[in-house]
């Protein structure tokens, strides 16, 4: 798999809009998977396959993709969205993670 | 419920050996392909190395860093994932994570702390 880039933060108020890219030249040809991770926890998948809620996880959390940039999109931000981020696709033989991004809410 | 329950982690010296073990229930694990990530702390997560299932002929793989040093392993009758370490570097310290990609959630166990000393 080659290299994700995320960015490193970002930054909204309660109740807005929180939008988290991944760019990767392999995405169009390899599906993308969205983990969450609060502090002193294990990640938990919240968007798999690009645009795939597992069930558990809130309707405010969405993925959508073009070419090769994944957003992760997180509707009406609550303070519980608080956390790190990460991005990670798959080739044959190996994964890789993007860097992560942490989410602030203001 | 799907369970993953990580142990083994422990303080060793560089240049050692150690055996993680993930011990798991819930799923079916003997076609189930179960993976190791890794975070050095205050850092990002790290992909380590994957065994697919029986099913899939239980193919491995590993991450360049660790290829060759580490060797990734599973008792199908236990239900149990392994991850054997060994020419341990600084670098390799981290919280080990086990999870499986059988499972439509994908869950995770809660890690266990390896930390490798000078």
């Known amino acids: 798999s080659s290299e994700l880039t995320q960015p490193p933060s970002v930054s909204v108020s309660p109740g807005q809009t929180a939008r988290i890219t991944c760019i990767g030249d392999?995405?169009?040809?390899?599906?993308c998977y969205w983990y969450q991770q609060k502090p002193r926890q294990a990640p938990v998948m919240v968007i798999s396959k690009d645009t795939e809620r597992p069930s558990g996880i809130p309707e405010r959390f969405s993925g959508s993709t073009s070419g090769t940039i994944v957003t992760l999109t997180i509707s009406g931000v609550r303070a519980e969205d608080e956390a790190d981020y990460y991005c990670?696709?798959?080739?044959?033989?190996?994964?890789?993670f993007g860097g992560g991004t942490k989410l602030t809410v203001l | 419920e799907v369970r993953l329950v990580e142990s083994g982690g422990a303080l060793v010296k560089a240049g050692g050996s150690l055996r993680l073990s993930c011990v798991t229930s819930?799923?079916?694990?003997?076609?189930?392909?179960m993976n190791w990530v890794r975070q050095a702390p205050g850092k990002g997560l790290e992909w380590v190395g994957r065994i697919k299932g029986k099913i899939d002929g239980g193919t491995i793989d590993y991450a360049a860093p660790v290829r060759g040093r580490f060797t990734v392993s599973r008792d199908d009758s236990k239900k149990t994932f392994f991850l054997h370490m060994k020419s341990l570097k600084v670098e390799d310290t981290a919280v080990y994570y086990c999870?499986?990609?059988?499972?439509?959630?994908?869950?995770w166990g809660q890690g266990t702390l390896v930390t490798v000393s000078s």
């Open positions: 392999a995405l169009p040809r390899q599906y």
């Open positions: 819930g799923f079916p694990f003997t076609d189930a392909w």
């Open positions: 999870l499986t990609t059988t499972t439509v959630t994908r869950p």
């Open positions: 990670q696709s798959a080739n044959s033989t190996s994964w890789v």
